[in-house]
């Protein structure tokens, strides 16, 4: 008997905003404990919530971008609970009029290599609404320690079907959200900072079955790989139980990392009674058209559109697209080289994902310190295009233009690396390679090409590097023809 | 003079201040002997901080010397009841799960207070988180009425009327959510306003029912009570169910409207059966005192009136339910430390348990039934229907009519301890004020007379934001009559 | 008219997070009931198209421009706390 495992994920993913979603309070991380706290963040008496602009802006652009319709009407309710990291043992969100309605996430699977693009299909979404995040504990021995800084820090919930079926899916699902969360400047979704947290609803059931499994909620799965691997071994263990014979039954279980395997946390209870009611001290929102095209309009083009424009308007492959994407800026640095002339747009994205990327690391400099604008690498590339210098000696200009900010034909000119002869000469340091090296032309002669390779090297080391390795291939050839 | 500058009005008070007859000190001291005089008696101070009141006084004297006065209310004694939240004061609401909590911050009403140079003077007591009707629900002491000490202040801002009729404060302010300022008001014979919902900024007001709860003024005078609503009025930012609505200038209004020949409406669903009730004696002279003056007065129907009290402890007890939530023992309230607590959830229903009275707990407990799973629908969407029906009642009646003329209290205040053991006995009395607070509307309490040498409030039901007429209409009766210059015999 | 209708004291203080003793069970269940009972009239009217009153005075769209403008130094936010360490609140240990 074959089984199928049924995922869906609840993604938390904190709108970057200056303050906190109903409280004026800063928001941020990595501050002193409970600096970034007043009286609402702290539930004192008396306190109350004020709804804040930019993180209802940033809810409706993530629904747009996520397909979501978006309703004229949205209120807010209270979701009653006691726990410590709970200010008021309440938290404000949306029950049953979320702010986006629907929508779908385009995912993209891992081709069979690197090079290669994976499928893409759509992932269903149920909603995603905005609420107010809660404080952080942090574990001793004997006891905890509450922080309240990240308390109401504006959190949106985005719910998925239980559309994606393996732990690959759930993986290209988070990505795909953080990439457009990145792309539209809403979150930057580092999980190490809680800025993006996922937990999965996984169950497994007999192929063919209609009703889903019982339902296992997995937690702590703390990493975008964490999440696929707890779903990989949480399908595994259920698969293997119902294969025993055994039934599942609801409950939380926990992704230990280090160990690299769940483990129970608790059985289902009763399941928990919010006693959701409208929250009085909130007034509704009504949302009109100019309102939502406003913020439509703000809406960048999304990662996987440009992705497949890449590949269409400037023929450039996936193994170029699939780094240059990811990255909104490294992306429209590349275009802005790329657009000017686009029959250099493969050499770019080649300078662009190998040498610029590796430059940059290895210096630690972000792109917007780059001292090689994007004019500046199309003239290298257009001066390559020309043949006025090899593509070896190009590799070297580039190190150079990075470290000095200087231009390709400054630095050409600076170190004397245009060649200084004419194909005639060339031509003549052919023959005087091929009459200089009788055996491995003898080889060529007899069938084995990469003899070529020998006297290609002697030409270049006449010419002392400049000359074109293509150029001399072809006189070499034809001189031995 | 000293002797009787704790009784006199703030709009005198004002004037004597101004020709530096008086100074603020010597005021404050006035009514800080007043109530170390009374106050073992009356009970009416949960806390007060001589030190602090005479400070805040010598500032304001120094202000008018330097000619910088702030108004009407610059160097008048305002007492606060502890509901209100005043930075580096107790905030305590009663309640022993707050005995020894101390605000960081200062209500928006608070500092508006402040900005006009009024001497916050001490922590008035009250039912314990606004609570109850007669402050029989307080878990620090128990407030006598300062014309019968063995009968209740009435509540759950008994401590702020009690001190303002018995000269330990000039005016006071108060908070109600189903009665709790008009009531009191009515009870100590002052004169007591709840604001339309949205008038004055609830933030920093320890909230009881959110949508139901508004701050207001007392004062032993109509003009007294304006110029307190006055500085308190106004949107807030901080709050977003306060409404942006102009501030009238109140104390104007109430010269302005002098004279004019209102039409009020008699609810007929609060007399008919009310006839036999103890208060109805005075409350009807003073309907007839309207008519001497030239007003109309119409039998208007509020049909729904039988369903109030009903929607009320479904609503309120709903949100405080959630709005008491908070406190648990983690961040700022008692915490019971007698037992060894296994997890928070331990601590949570112990500290709730010590910390809590009765009263709090029943309506906790009602409030988190009436909104848990299966008993919504049934329960609160049912109240919240319902109170559509009883605002629409009220738009329907001001159609007619300028104000609602109608008694505060069934009956004058009664013995203490007369209504324990019986928790919804104590809810019906709420009837004639309750409505108010369900449609929104403002209200307003004169004292009319006395019944067994206890005092009868009438109360004006006004429509929204028109607290300039309700004002004006009260004012108009006060000044035909001499109660406001009758005082208990402490 | 209907009888009573019955509370389930315990689960409804477990709720409420507030322990309360065998007496106070049965004092508090007999009160909450009767006051029930009395709440049991609002089913004597038809509410059917009636719209619930969420805010007495109804505006849509209230908020605020997001700027960093309220705070409260540390020690006034732990200054009231029962029990703090290194500025943060002390509970019981909790196992997540």
């Known amino acids: 008997m074959e089984y199928e495992a049924v995922i869906g994920l609840e993604v938390h993913v904190q709108i970057k905003t200056e303050s906190k979603i109903f409280s004026g309070s800063r928001s941020g991380y990595g501050y002193e404990p409970n600096t970034l706290v007043d009286p609402v963040v702290l539930g004192l008496p008396g306190s109350l919530p004020v709804m804040n602009k930019t993180a209802l802006d940033g809810i409706i652009k993530a629904g747009l971008a996520l397909n979501c319709t978006v309703p004229n009407y949205c209120k807010w309710d209270r979701k009653n609970y006691f726990y410590p990291d709970s200010p008021n043992n309440y938290q404000i969100t949306q029950y049953d009029q979320p702010i986006c309605d629907g929508g779908f996430v385009e995912i993209e699977m891992e081709g069979e290599t690197r090079a290669v693009m994976g499928s893409h299909r759509k992932v269903a979404l149920t909603r995603i609404h905005l609420e107010n995040d809660v404080g952080k504990l942090n574990h001793f021995a004997e006891d905890s320690l509450v922080d309240y800084n990240r308390a109401f820090t504006p959190l949106m919930e985005i719910v998925s079907e239980p559309d994606m079926h393996s732990g690959a899916e759930a993986f290209a699902f988070l990505t795909a959200i953080r990439q457009t969360m990145i792309y539209c400047g809403i979150s930057d979704c580092d999980m190490e900072k809680g800025q993006m947290r996922a937990d999965a609803n996984i169950s497994v059931r007999p192929v063919g079955q209609k009703e889903l499994g019982a339902k296992i909620e997995l937690k702590n799965l703390n990493s975008i790989t964490g999440v696929k691997n707890g779903i990989e071994y949480e399908i595994k263990r259920q698969t293997q139980e119902l294969k025993k014979g055994r039934t599942m039954t609801q409950a939380t279980w926990r992704w230990d990392a280090d160990l690299g395997r769940t483990e129970l946390m608790r059985e289902k209870e009763d399941a928990h009674d919010y006693r959701y009611f409208p929250d009085p001290d909130l007034m509704p929102v009504h949302i009109d058209d100019e309102w939502r095209e406003r913020i439509r309009c703000e809406i960048p083009e999304l990662p996987f559109d440009k992705q497949r424009r890449f590949m269409e308007q400037y023929d450039i492959p996936y193994s170029i697209t699939s780094v240059l994407v990811p990255d909104w800026e490294l992306s429209e640095y590349f275009e802005r080289a790329a657009k000017k002339v686009p029959k250099?747009?493969?050499?770019?994205?080649?300078y662009v994902t190998n040498d610029l990327l590796r430059e940059l690391s290895d210096s630690n400099t972000a792109l917007s310190e780059c001292k090689i604008s994007p004019d500046g690498l199309l003239s290298l590339v257009e001066v390559i295009e020309k043949g006025v210098i090899t593509k070896q000696i190009a590799k070297d200009v580039f190190i150079e233009m990075f470290n000095t900010g200087e231009s390709a034909t400054e630095v050409i000119e600076r170190k004397g690396l245009k060649p200084d002869f004419d194909e005639g000469q060339v031509k003549d340091w052919c023959q005087e390679v091929v009459n200089e090296n009788p055996r491995p032309v003898e080889?060529?002669?007899?069938?084995?090409d990469k003899a070529l390779n020998a006297l290609l090297g002697q030409v270049m080391k006449k010419s002392r590097g400049k000359a074109s390795p293509q150029i001399v291939q072809g006189l070499l050839k034809e001189l031995l023809s | 003079m000293s002797a009787e500058l704790y009784y006199k009005s703030a709009s005198e008070l004002s004037g004597l201040l101004n020709r530096r007859e008086i100074s603020s000190v010597e005021l404050t001291q006035s009514v800080i002997g007043r109530t170390k005089a009374v106050d073992d008696l009356v009970q009416a101070f949960n806390s007060f901080d001589e030190k602090n009141a005479l400070a805040q006084a010598a500032d304001s004297d120094a202000r008018r010397n330097r000619g910088e006065s702030l108004g009407l209310l610059d160097?008048?004694?305002?007492?606060?009841?502890?509901?209100?939240?005043?930075?580096?004061?107790?905030l305590t609401c009663s309640s022993k799960i707050l005995a020894d909590f101390v605000s960081p911050y200062d209500a928006t009403c608070i500092e508006k207070l402040k900005r006009s140079g009024a001497v916050l003077w001490g922590r008035l007591n009250m039912d314990e988180f606004a609570m109850g009707s007669s402050t029989e629900n307080s878990a620090t002491k128990i407030t006598g009425n300062p014309w019968k000490l063995d009968c209740i202040p009435g509540g759950s801002s008994g401590g702020s009327a009690a001190a303002v009729s018995a000269g330990e404060s000039i005016v006071s302010l108060g908070s109600d959510t189903g009665g709790s300022i008009r009531q009191p008001a009515?009870?100590?014979?002052?004169?007591?306003?709840?604001?339309?919902?949205?008038?004055?900024?609830?933030?920093?007001?320890?909230?009881?029912?959110?949508?139901?709860?508004?701050v207001g003024p007392l004062g032993r005078t109509v003009r007294d009570t304006a110029v307190l609503l006055q500085s308190i009025s106004g949107h807030d930012i901080n709050d977003s169910t306060s409404y942006k609505v102009d501030v009238p200038n109140y104390v104007q209004a109430i010269k302005q409207l002098k004279g004019r020949k209102w039409t009020f409406g008699l609810p007929k669903e609060y007399f008919e059966s009310a006839s036999d009730m103890a208060s109805m004696g005075p409350v009807k002279e003073a309907i007839e005192f309207y008519k001497s003056i030239g007003c109309e007065i119409k039998e208007v129907s509020l049909p729904h009136t039988a369903y109030a009290v009903a929607t009320y402890y479904i609503v309120a007890?709903?949100?405080?339910?959630?709005?008491?939530?908070?406190?648990?023992?983690?961040?700022?309230?008692?915490?019971?430390?007698?037992?060894?607590?296994?997890d928070s959830v331990d601590i949570y229903r112990q500290s709730r348990a010590e910390g809590f009275g009765n009263e709090v707990k029943r309506r906790v407990l009602l409030g988190t039934y009436v909104l848990s799973s299966g008993y919504y629908d049934a329960y609160y969407l049912k109240a919240q229907k319902t109170r559509t029906l009883i605002r629409r009642d009220f738009e329907e009646a001001f159609k007619d009519v300028d104000a609602l003329l109608t008694p505060t209290a069934p009956s004058p205040a009664f013995k203490r301890g007369a209504h324990s053991g019986d928790p919804l006995s104590m809810y019906l009395s709420d009837i004639y004020t309750i409505s108010a607070n369900l449609a929104g509307i403002p209200g307003l309490s004169v004292p009319c007379g006395y019944v067994d040498g206890l005092p009868v409030g009438l109360q004006i039901l006004g429509k929204p934001f028109k607290e300039d007429e309700i004002l004006a209409m009260g004012n108009e009766f006060e000044s035909a009559h001499n109660f406001a210059n009758e005082h208990p015999p402490l | 008219m209907a009888e009573a209708p019955h509370i389930d004291i315990d689960k409804v203080a477990e709720l409420a997070r507030i322990a309360l003793t065998e007496e106070e069970k049965t004092k508090f269940s007999s009160q909450l009931e009767s006051i029930l009972g009395y709440i049991d009239k609002l089913n004597e009217l038809n509410t059917t198209n009636v719209e619930p009153t969420a805010h007495p005075h109804s505006v849509e769209n209230v908020w605020r421009e997001d700027r960093a403008t309220s705070e409260l130094p540390t020690c006034e936010a732990v200054k009231n706390a029962p029990k703090q360490r290194q500025s943060m609140f002390v509970v019981p240990k909790v196992v997540e």
Do not use: M
């Open chain 1, 344 to 350: 250099c747009a493969q050499a770019i994205g080649n």
């Open chain 1, 443 to 448: 080889d060529f002669r007899s069938g084995n």
């Open chain 2, 75 to 90: 160097g008048i004694p305002v007492g606060i009841k502890d509901v209100l939240a005043v930075k580096d004061q107790p």
């Open chain 2, 186 to 214: 009515s009870h100590c014979g002052v004169v007591g306003l709840k604001p339309t919902y949205g008038r004055v900024s609830r933030y920093g007001l320890a909230a009881f029912a959110s949508s139901l709860d508004q």
């Open chain 2, 317 to 342: 007890t709903a949100e405080a339910s959630s709005n008491l939530a908070r406190y648990d023992g983690i961040r700022y309230t008692h915490r019971a430390e007698s037992f060894d607590a296994k």
